[in-house]
């Protein structure tokens, strides 16, 4: 029998708040990091819980704790996670976290990588599955968003609620301060006491909104008052102009009327307006990734007029400073030199083959994890199916009003758990979306990079290079690209050394169901 003479931390994190509370994650994880302890004669003498925080952020309470009591210790300790992916899953802050963890006595551990293996080959295999998980974490920010714009496009605000309301199971009310001082100012401003957002603010209703979360008075601006003035919100309608959503019908309850509303947005816009030109944001994908050369500064984005049409350029606008020539850059041919670095960043044959097992192996554990949550939210819901009946069978044979009255509050909350527990399912096909996704935008990001819209294009972008990059003499100059891609298109590792890939196919299957895949 093997003495247990080493010291060991189990670290668990799971990224939503739903899932800390569900438990799912959470526990599989603890029991896939507890087996490996015991298989590897380490003793477990702390378990450390970051429950609902991103892999994202480095400043977790989890890590904070983890910190403290490695410098509280005079010995190495393991620090064991399920997988690479718990520490983090941002490559830069991961490179952070191992050295941080190496300089205070920590010992990278997990079931699913072997960090012991210092070859080369299983150094780089590393790299690849934290360039994927981070991958992974910039494809669910487009996943999440499209559920959200689908979610406001049947009505319901997903965003803070204006001045003047709140959310009551997961509709929009007006709350008993603001919104009857708001609605005063809406009555005033429609009949020609205000002819300004300046002469609004010095209203007694304006000094008098506050916001109800520190019952301190609002900073009352002209960005606030437009806000305020112009929310269509306020009416039961619901439009957002950044995802096209125009005149959506809401179970939101209104409390300014649509034609006061229409007379008070013809008083403003009958007002003299500074003409601005129209820029389609979709002209200009790299906005904000582009700084000069010389200065640093980020490089502005418009068309310039000619005889018979317009031209796209970048611009830097720093004058008194920067001596950087040309100021003026042609987009197109900025965008060709970015298409060029892109054809430059293709992953090598031999390394997509371990990033297609990498990504094949998630996707079957996620698509495990997915069934195992429809499984346990299908039991859920048939059960409050079924008191969802009974209580209409009550309804229909009780008489009494006010009894009647609480039975269907009722009623109405267990629709909206109903509601809550469909809606958090991801369907499969995203997941495999994502794969195919991901293994295109290694094999060939330019092409990626052409068929994406605006928010994928961001999403590329940000897996493919740190930092902005810099122009110069109307050119793109040397770009850095993030440090998994730097890795994964070397071309060191010979064919014949690819590392097997333990931890690839988990070895305890029966705790898939409970792993999360966040």
């Given at each position: 029998?093997?003495?247990?003479?080493?010291?060991?931390?189990?670290?668990?994190?799971?990224?939503?708040?739903?899932?800390?509370n569900d438990?799912?994650g959470?526990?599989?994880?603890?029991?896939?990091?507890?087996?490996y302890?015991?298989?590897?004669?380490?003793?477990v003498?702390?378990?450390?819980?970051?429950?609902?925080?991103?892999?994202k952020?480095?400043?977790?309470?989890?890590?904070?704790?983890?910190?403290?009591?490695?410098?509280?210790?005079?010995?190495e300790?393991?620090?064991i996670?399920?997988?690479?992916n718990?520490?983090?899953?941002?490559?830069?802050?991961?490179?952070?976290?191992?050295?941080?963890?190496a300089a205070?006595?920590?010992?990278?551990?997990?079931?699913?990588?072997?960090?012991?293996?210092?070859?080369?080959?299983?150094?780089f295999?590393?790299?690849?599955?934290?360039?994927?998980?981070?991958?992974?974490?910039?494809?669910?920010?487009?996943?999440?968003?499209?559920?959200?714009?689908?979610?406001?496009?049947?009505?319901?605000?997903?965003?803070?609620?204006?001045v003047?309301?709140?959310?009551?199971?997961?509709?929009?009310?007006?709350?008993?301060?603001?919104?009857?001082?708001i609605?005063?100012?809406?009555?005033?401003?429609?009949?020609g006491?205000?002819?300004?957002y300046a002469a609004?603010?010095?209203?007694?209703?304006?000094?008098?909104?506050?916001?109800?979360?520190?019952?301190?008075?609002?900073?009352?601006?002209?960005?606030?008052?437009?806000?305020?003035?112009?929310?269509?919100?306020?009416?039961?309608?619901?439009?957002?102009?950044?995802?096209?959503?125009?005149?959506v019908?809401?179970?939101?309850?209104?409390?300014?009327?649509?034609?006061?509303?229409?007379?008070?947005?013809?008083r403003?816009?009958?007002k003299?307006?500074?003409?601005?030109?129209?820029i389609?944001?979709?002209?200009?994908?790299?906005?904000g990734?582009?700084?000069?050369?010389?200065?640093?500064?980020?490089?502005?984005?418009?068309?310039?007029?000619?005889?018979?049409?317009?031209?796209?350029?970048?611009r830097?606008?720093?004058?008194?400073?920067?001596?950087?020539?040309?100021?003026?850059?042609?987009?197109?041919?900025?965008?060709?030199?970015?298409?060029?670095?892109?054809?430059?960043?293709?992953?090598?044959?031999?390394?997509?083959?371990?990033?297609e097992?990498?990504?094949?192996?998630?996707?079957?554990?996620?698509?495990?994890?997915?069934?195992?949550?429809?499984?346990?939210?299908d039991?859920?819901?048939?059960?409050?199916?079924?008191?969802?009946?009974?209580?209409?069978?009550?309804?229909?044979?009780?008489?009494?009003?006010?009894?009647?009255?609480?039975?269907?509050?009722?009623?109405?909350?267990?629709?909206?758990?109903?509601?809550?527990l469909?809606?958090?399912?991801?369907?499969?096909?995203?997941?495999?979306?994502?794969?195919?996704?991901?293994?295109?935008?290694?094999?060939?990001?330019?092409?990626?990079?052409?068929?994406?819209?605006?928010?994928?294009?961001?999403?590329?972008?940000?897996?493919?290079?740190?930092?902005?990059?810099?122009?110069?003499?109307?050119?793109?100059?040397?770009?850095?690209?993030?440090?998994?891609?730097?890795?994964?298109?070397?071309?060191?590792?010979?064919?014949?050394?690819?590392?097997?890939?333990?931890?690839?196919?988990?070895?305890?299957?029966?705790?898939?169901?409970r792993?999360?895949?966040?």
């Open positions: 029998m093997n003495t247990i003479n080493k010291e060991g931390v189990i670290y668990t994190r799971v990224s939503t708040n739903k899932q800390a438990g799912n959470l526990e599989g994880q603890y029991s896939a990091c507890l087996r302890a015991v298989e590897n004669n380490i003793n003498i702390k378990t450390i819980v970051d429950p609902g925080y991103s892999g952020s480095s400043e977790r309470p989890g890590i904070e704790e983890l910190y403290n009591f490695l410098d509280s210790r005079t010995r300790i393991y620090v996670a399920y997988d690479i718990r520490y983090s899953r941002s490559a830069k802050n991961y490179q952070y976290f191992k050295d941080d963890l205070k006595g920590g010992i990278l551990s997990s079931p699913n990588h072997d960090f012991t293996n210092k070859d080369p080959a299983n150094i295999l590393e790299q690849i599955k934290i360039g994927l998980a981070e991958f992974e974490r910039l494809s669910s920010n487009i996943r999440v968003n499209s559920m959200m714009r689908e979610r406001v496009r049947a009505g319901y605000w997903v965003f803070r609620p204006p003047g309301m709140l959310f009551e199971d997961k509709i929009l009310i007006p709350d008993n301060i603001n919104s009857p001082l609605k005063k100012i809406y009555e005033d401003f429609g009949n006491k205000y002819s300004s609004v603010k010095k209203s007694k209703e304006a000094r008098l909104l506050k916001n109800l979360k520190t019952n301190n008075p609002y900073q009352l601006g002209n960005s606030f008052m437009k806000k305020m003035l112009t929310n269509k919100l306020y009416t039961g309608v619901m439009e957002y102009n950044r995802w096209d959503i125009q005149e019908d809401s179970p939101n309850k209104a409390f300014i009327d649509m034609h006061l509303f229409q007379v008070v947005q013809s403003i816009n009958n003299p307006k500074r003409a601005y030109s129209v389609n944001q979709n002209d200009f994908p790299l906005k990734n582009l700084e000069c050369g010389s200065c640093s500064q980020v490089l502005r984005f418009n068309y310039s007029k000619g005889r018979t049409k317009k031209y796209p350029y970048y830097c606008d720093n004058t008194k400073t920067c001596d950087a020539s040309p100021k003026s850059m042609s987009r197109d041919v900025i965008h060709s030199d970015f298409t060029n670095l892109l054809k430059e960043a293709a992953i090598k044959k031999e390394v997509l083959i371990l990033a097992k990498i990504m094949e192996d998630t996707f079957n554990k996620n698509s495990t994890h997915i069934k195992g949550i429809k499984h346990h939210n039991i859920k819901i048939n059960k409050l199916t079924s008191l969802r009946k009974r209580q209409l069978e009550k309804v229909i044979s009780i008489s009494n009003p006010s009894v009647i009255s609480v039975l269907e509050k009722e009623i109405n909350k267990i629709d909206d758990q109903i509601a809550a469909r809606e958090y399912e991801i369907p499969e096909e995203d997941l495999r979306l994502y794969k195919l996704q991901g293994l295109e935008i290694l094999r060939q990001p330019h092409i990626a990079w052409q068929n994406a819209n605006l928010n994928k294009k961001r999403m590329i972008y940000d897996f493919i290079f740190e930092d902005s990059l810099k122009t110069m003499n109307g050119r793109i100059g040397t770009a850095k690209y993030s440090l998994p891609y730097r890795l994964m298109s070397n071309n060191r590792i010979p064919k014949n050394r690819l590392v097997e890939l333990r931890g690839i196919e988990p070895r305890t299957p029966c705790l898939q169901s792993c999360s895949p966040s």
